[in-house]
Each structure stands twice: as C-alpha cells, then as structure tokens.
C-alpha cells in the first residue's frame, strides 16, 4: 500500500451513522440530551503550519509527511474538511476529582472520522484544540502550545515505552494566540495556539456510558454498549447481558494492565476522572502528568490535586478500581443481576497484581521462582526507593548495568555506592541503609538464576528505559517551541522513540532533574490548564 497525502484518505464514519446524533450543528455550550454526540464543525486557524509529525504513526496510517503548509496541514488543523468526514464532538459525563460533574463532552476536541490503517484496522482521527462545540461550557475550545506539545510527546514516547495508549500523528501550529491563565492564579496571558491530531481506535470513555445511565437514557445506553461491542470487542460474541458482563471484565483486564505498565515505568497520569478513562485501556488525555523524580508514592505533579492527592503516583491502582465501579455501576441497567459485574472488579485486582510482578521481575532480571519470597522482594523495593529519594528510571538502568558483577560476586558495598550516588536525590545520612539492605537481598535472589549473566543483562536493558520524557525535559523544548526553535523538540521526540538504547550524543537527556527544576512551572507542577 503506497502512502498518500491526508487531504486524499478516505473516511468511514461509524460512530456519527450509527448512534443518535444532535445534527443542528450548533457551536453554542448547552445541554444536549438524548443523544451520544452532536455533529460539529472545526473552527479554521489564522495559519495553520506543521511542527511535528510522527513518521511512524503516519506509516502506519499509510501517510506521506505532509510540507510545512497546504491543504494536507490545513485538514490536519480543521481548516479544510474533507468530503468524507463527518466531524462530530462526542457527549459524555464524568467525576472529576470523584465528584460528579454531569454533562461534559468533547469540549475542545472534534473527530473527523476514521480511516484505514495499513493492516486494515479502523482509527479515529481526532483535533485537539479545533474550536468550540456544544459541550465546550465556558472554554473556547482551543489548545495551547505548551499543552499540545506536551500531549505530542508523551503519546508516542508512551507507545515506543510499550505502554498501552492513544497516539499523536501531528503538531499544527496555528498562528493564533489563545488566552489562558496556567495555575488560575488571575495571571492570564496570551500564548500561541496549536492542534494536535489524536489517532485511537476510538476515545470512547466511561464517561460516555455514566450520562446516559445518569440521565436514564437506556436505550441510548444499550445502543453505545452494542455499538462497541460489534466494533471493538466482537471476539465476546454478540451482544447480550452476558456478552455484557464479559466485556466489563476484559475492560477491568485492559485498564489493570496499563496501570500495572504506569506503575512500573514510573509515570503519574496527573487527572483519573471517570471522563478520562479509556473503554479500550489505552492511556488517554495527557495533561498535568510527569515522571516519579525522586520516587514518591504520593506525588502528583497536578497543583489542582494538591490538597487530597488523590491522582498520586501511589493511588492510580486504587483509583482505576473505583472508576471501574463507576462503569459498572452504569452499566448495571443492562445486565439482570448487577451484582454479577463484581467479577470484573475481582478480575482488575488479579491482573495488576500478576502484571505488576511480572514486569518488576523482568526489570529486575529475575524469572519467577518461589512465588512468596519473589512478592517479598518486589512489594519492598517501593519503601526502600522512597526512603533514599530514588530516581526509578536511572535506579533500573544502572542496575542493569550492575548485574554482572552482582553475578560474579563483586563487593557489593562499593558497587551499591556506586548505584546509590548515580540515582538518588537524598543527602541525609542514612537514608539509603533499607535499600542497601534490599540489594543484599536482590543480589542474593540474583544468582540463584540460570541464565548466563550477558543474557540477563540485555534482558534488564530491554526492560529499563534510559530515556522518558521528564517534566523538565518538556518544559525546555516548549519554551524553545514557543521562541521559534524547534529543535529541542526534533531531538527529544527522536530519542524518546528508542527509548531503551544507548544515545551517546544526548546523555543530557537521560540525566536526574536538575535543582533548578525542582519547583519551576512546567517543570515540577503543572495544572489541568490548556
């Protein structure tokens, strides 16, 4: 299949023939119940031109990067919609910092449809940032640079790190400004304005089915649960109450492995609303998240998040339970015994746990031996991160690098100070004597394993990321974005893709947050703001 230009895809448009619409293809914020979306159009841009682009997204969509400029740019900005689109916003609810907020929707995003990628599956298009729809409430639809870029990068850095999420085929500059105040401390300022091209199978939510269970629309219910069924999970069988209950537990099953991938990767989403939860569990709406520096189970890098903590780093497997509890509960209209969605929940618990090991073992280059004693080991390794102030990413790599030596019995003291030095934010005395004594125990675990230490070693490598996308790592390749360089972000996006190799050109980029970073904007704490 050769490439072609976006302005020439063809598009199908499943969800807009399928499901009840609200065709009057009005702008204006309202309530708009009785149906699953509303049909709107993109609000075009003063001069929308390309800043970046994913080559292999766009690949595998069957694309040809487009210039700088012209009509393939101004489809990817909403400036031209083609003949086969039929954009739309879709209508969902949601709790918010687990308060229920009712009617929220796509109120910056607009779907232009779907297309075919090169193995024949369906993927929906989506512009961030493309203008106002009906269930933009008091926003004005649009999307800032430093946001978008932001989403840009950590979408595919998430799919080269093998983490489960939505994807992001472009960065549109718009060449407008758009007003937004970053912390809602009454300092508003004006920054330049971008779109960012969202590529999923579908950004269906839980939300999606919580305002019609809410409003007690359940036909339009049972139509949605139908609808993703035929398309997204047809292997359950067709639909029926315990095709339903089925497809719940594969839900909880998906949304258990991606949190069990954040977990071990170290990476904090920022905003668990009900509304951005993925009924495929993919990792969606990048906003306010970051990357554990030091490890702390009760960090979020989220300011709106501050005084509960309730989206920390140590809560995601908690929170994505009870979201889980949240769907179930709408869904419970469609099955005769709601009590019956329970084992999807019981199905969430065991495959975190299970997932969750399974990767900490690879990580640790460890094959699962004596189940009880390998727990031990893994559910310690958290305290002794924490009481040192341990950077996660750099702590699994430079140990990979150690296993070796760990295997040939070298003085363990000296090369745990070595690791120690390299990964660890803490000065006090003292506080890396816990996980001193878990590398005792690890090394130990170590040798008890079969393999030959080289194969061990790649295996760790493979596992360990060198390179993720650090907060402050973001932060600089916006502001130099925002002043017309791009090439901090060429650079980072580049790295981020091979995440896993050695670059020894851009080692700066693999280097533990600087000091001055600890506390700046951007680069420490960031807000649901866009």
């Excluded at 292997?235 to 209950?245: F, K, N, Q, R």
């Excluded at 980029?509 to 703001?529: F, M, N, Q, V």
Aim: a negative charge; aromatic letters at 10%.
């Amino acid at each position: 299949m050769s490439s072609r230009p976006f302005d020439q895809l063809p598009f199908a448009n499943t969800f807009v023939d399928e499901l009840h619409g609200d065709a009057s293809g009005l702008r204006g914020a309202r309530q708009v119940p009785g149906y699953h979306y509303s049909r709107v159009q993109p609000t075009p841009v003063a001069d929308p031109h390309l800043l970046a682009w994913s080559s292999e997204l766009g690949a595998y969509l069957g694309l040809e990067k487009p210039p700088t400029r012209g009509p393939a740019v101004a489809a990817l900005a909403g400036n031209l919609v083609l003949p086969g689109m039929k954009p739309f916003a879709a209508r969902y609810g949601g709790h918010q910092f687990g308060n229920w907020a009712g009617q929220l929707g796509d109120g910056r995003a607009i779907a232009l449809g779907q297309v075919a990628a090169v193995d024949g599956s369906p993927q929906e298009i989506q512009l961030k940032g493309a203008g106002p729809t009906p269930y933009s409430r008091r926003g004005d639809g649009r999307a800032v640079l430093r946001s978008s870029v932001r989403e840009f990068l950590c979408s595919e850095a998430m799919h080269h790190l093998g983490v489960p999420t939505t994807r992001a085929l472009s960065l549109v500059g718009t060449g407008d400004a758009v007003v937004r105040d970053m912390f809602y401390d009454g300092n508003a300022r004006p920054e330049p304005g971008a779109i960012v091209a969202r590529v999923a199978p579908t950004f269906i939510r839980f939300g999606n089915f919580q305002l019609l269970a809410a409003t007690d629309e359940i036909d339009n219910l049972r139509a949605l649960t139908d609808f993703v069924l035929r398309h997204y999970y047809p292997e359950l069988g067709p639909p029926a109450p315990e095709t339903y209950l089925r497809w719940f537990a594969e839900i909880a099953r998906r949304t258990a492995v991606m949190v069990a991938h954040w977990m071990t990767v170290g990476f904090v989403h920022g905003v668990m609303n009900t509304d951005n939860m993925s009924i495929l569990g993919l990792t969606i709406d990048y906003g306010p998240y970051g990357w554990l520096e030091p490890y702390d189970s009760d960090w979020t890098p989220n300011t709106t998040d501050f005084g509960t903590r309730r989206y920390a780093f140590g809560q995601q497997p908690q929170v994505a339970l009870w979201n889980l509890a949240a769907l179930a509960q709408a869904l419970a209209p469609l099955v005769p015994d709601p009590q019956a969605l329970r084992a999807g929940l019981d199905q969430y618990a065991a495959t975190f746990n299970a997932t969750q090991h399974a990767l900490l073992l690879r990580k640790l280059g460890l094959t699962p031996q004596a189940a009880a004693a390998d727990q031990a080991l893994t559910g310690a390794l958290p305290a002794a991160l924490a009481g040192a102030a341990v950077d996660m990413t750099i702590f699994f790599r430079q140990l990979s690098h150690l296993a070796p030596a760990l295997l040939a019995g070298s003085a363990e003291s000296e090369l745990f100070g070595t690791l120690i030095a390299e990964a660890t934010y803490a000065t006090a005395p003292g506080t890396d004597q816990p996980l001193r004594d878990w590398l005792h125990r690890y090394a130990q675990r170590l040798r008890q394993e079969a393999a030959n230490s080289e194969v061990i070693r790649a295996g760790m490598l493979a596992a360990n990321p060198k390179y993720v996308l650090r907060n402050y790592l973001a932060q600089q390749a916006i502001e130099a974005a925002e002043a017309g360089d791009l090439s901090k972000l060429e650079t980072l996006f580049e790295v981020l893709k091979t995440p896993f190799d050695e670059h020894p050109a851009h080692e700066a980029l693999a280097a533990k947050r600087p000091a001055w970073a600890a506390d700046k904007p951007g680069s420490a704490t960031l807000s649901c703001s866009s």
